[in-house]
């Protein structure tokens, strides 16, 4: 648990604004700027210059701190990527809170926040961090938007929170989506069409569903199958069933999946017998 994750949010939702007015005060300024410079007299023209060469030195210095802070962010997210989640969190921590003016390397930031969190199953701050994230104006920045999309409706999942994932996925529905993107999505919409008792629609479309899960890494492939398997056997297609449990138990081990996702228990019971 991060203990003052409320105020690194806030700290980070407080700079965000400050950026926004920065970027728009910037661009009236220097839309002003254009516009009356041609008028105005010889000494005027010298100040007006020597104040542009101040701001002009003032954004470079900014710049290469947002250089800094995205190397920072890199950091972070390599540390991620082996294991090393506590020295990962200093180094994102500081990309939230130290200031800069690239509004991109603060968001990854955040982003990369909610994914260590999620390694962590601290479901509740990844909930916190990718609703902070959504409130800023990211869609723009399509594969994250996404991303934090996707490890909301994830957390939600895990509390418990049906609803609340069901409302966090419903916009990716309505928008094209990477093979990677899709491949992340599946075994979510199943965990959450099962849990909210829609096995039919888990079971459908099942050809097309194996061919995206054939091409997951293991443990990915060895849950969508056995959420395809527990789809099948609410709906008594015994052959089916049968299929996709054996598939599921040939990618990985059952029993550990089936006690982070309790969901796929009776399959997983199942496959121990075979």
Request: charged share 20%.
């Amino acid at each position: 648990m991060i203990p003052d994750l409320a105020s690194v949010l806030r700290t980070f939702r407080r700079q965000m604004a400050i950026l926004r007015v920065l970027r728009t005060g910037g661009m009236a300024l220097f839309i002003i700027g254009v516009a009356v410079l041609p008028n105005l007299r010889a000494v005027h023209t010298q100040a007006a210059l020597a104040i542009g060469l101040g701001l002009l030195i003032l954004a470079g210095l900014l710049a290469a701190n947002s250089v800094r802070l995205a190397r920072e962010v890199q950091a972070g997210g390599v540390l991620i990527s082996i294991g090393k989640f506590d020295d990962a969190e200093v180094w994102l921590r500081r990309g939230l809170t130290q200031f800069a003016i690239s509004r991109r390397a603060k968001i990854m930031a955040a982003q990369m926040l909610a994914s260590l969190l999620v390694y962590r199953r601290q479901y509740e701050d990844t909930v916190a961090v990718c609703r902070e994230l959504l409130r800023q104006p990211i869609r723009r920045i399509h594969h994250i938007w996404i991303d934090t999309r996707l490890m909301l409706a994830d957390s939600l999942l895990a509390l418990g929170r049906l609803a609340e994932a069901h409302e966090a996925m419903l916009p990716l529905f309505g928008v094209p989506l990477s093979l990677e993107a899709r491949m992340q999505l599946l075994p979510i919409q199943l965990r959450y069409e099962l849990a909210a008792g829609h096995a039919a629609s888990a079971a459908s479309a099942l050809q097309q569903k194996v061919r995206i899960a054939e091409l997951m890494d293991s443990p990915s492939a060895c849950l969508t199958y056995a959420l395809l398997a527990e789809a099948c056997r609410r709906q008594n297609l015994t052959d089916q069933q049968c299929f996709l449990a054996e598939r599921a138990r040939l990618y990985h081990d059952l029993e550990p999946l089936a006690r982070l996702h309790p969901i796929i228990e009776p399959i997983a019971a199942g496959a121990e017998k075979l």
